[in-house]
């Protein structure tokens, strides 16, 4: 299926995938929906976003918790919006950046969001943003991948899972660390984090057990507001 318009689909569709090898085709433009979901195991089915300035897929659900495991790729944009859960097992390699903007992104598989290191991830007005497996944003330790944004009111969760992230931005955002390993902790952090605004951001976990943070040989911590 190919659009030729924005919002070409009902803005309340729910795009289902039940077999491996079907592709939607956003064309470089602008599509709302209510839910993208998988049917059954498979893990195929592909949403192109276009070659050319890339169309953003808004995804803005009614509370519900929605898997897909197929991908969302080339020069677009993700937004997710509505107060459920968007759980992403596929490799997605869209270029121009993930909002998350409501309820919550969770990345459930390894190298979900892979290489885009020029990507940003904004995680606003209390949304959150959750890692629930090993390296979601990475295939290994020695990869820069996205520089997850966090402002006030919003989280970014490790769910028991060892995660390395790039630069990180803590604008009265809350880092939370639920588990990792025994050699890499929750969150390995090898770049900079930096916090800043007026609100006060908090780095803190709930787990007795390698729910900790691990700074690189070259880590930078940033502190620039009075908070």
């Not at 919550?104 to 890692?131: D, H, K, M, W, Y």
């Not at 984090?193 to 609100?199: D, E, I, K, R």
Request: charged content about 10%; proline content about 3%.
């Amino acid at each position: 299926v190919r659009i030729a318009v924005s919002d070409a689909l009902p803005t309340n569709t729910t795009i289902s995938f039940s077999t491996a090898a079907p592709r939607i085709d956003l064309n470089n433009f602008n599509q709302t929906i209510r839910g993208l979901i998988h049917v059954g195991t498979n893990v195929g089915g592909v949403i192109r976003t276009g070659l050319g300035a890339g169309g953003t897929l808004t995804i803005s659900d009614l509370g519900l918790t929605n898997t897909f495991r197929g991908q969302i790729v080339e020069n677009g944009r993700l937004v997710k919006t509505g107060p459920g859960s968007l759980q992403l097992g596929g490799v997605n390699t869209i270029t121009n950046g993930v909002s998350v903007q409501q309820g919550e992104l969770r990345l459930i598989a390894t190298t979900t969001l892979a290489n885009n290191p020029s990507n940003t991830i904004l995680v606003t007005n209390g949304a959150q943003l959750a890692f629930a497996n090993i390296n979601a944003m990475a295939a290994n330790h020695g990869t820069q991948l996205l520089s997850p944004i966090i402002v006030a009111g919003s989280t970014i969760l490790c769910d028991g899972k060892e995660n390395r992230l790039g630069n990180v931005t803590l604008n009265g955002g809350t880092m939370l660390f639920n588990g990792g390993s025994a050699i890499w902790g929750a969150f390995y952090l090898p770049e900079t984090v930096s916090v800043v605004g007026a609100s006060a951001s908090i780095i803190t976990n709930t787990a007795l057990l390698n729910g900790t943070l691990r700074p690189g040989f070259n880590s930078t911590f940033a502190v620039d507001d009075v908070t």
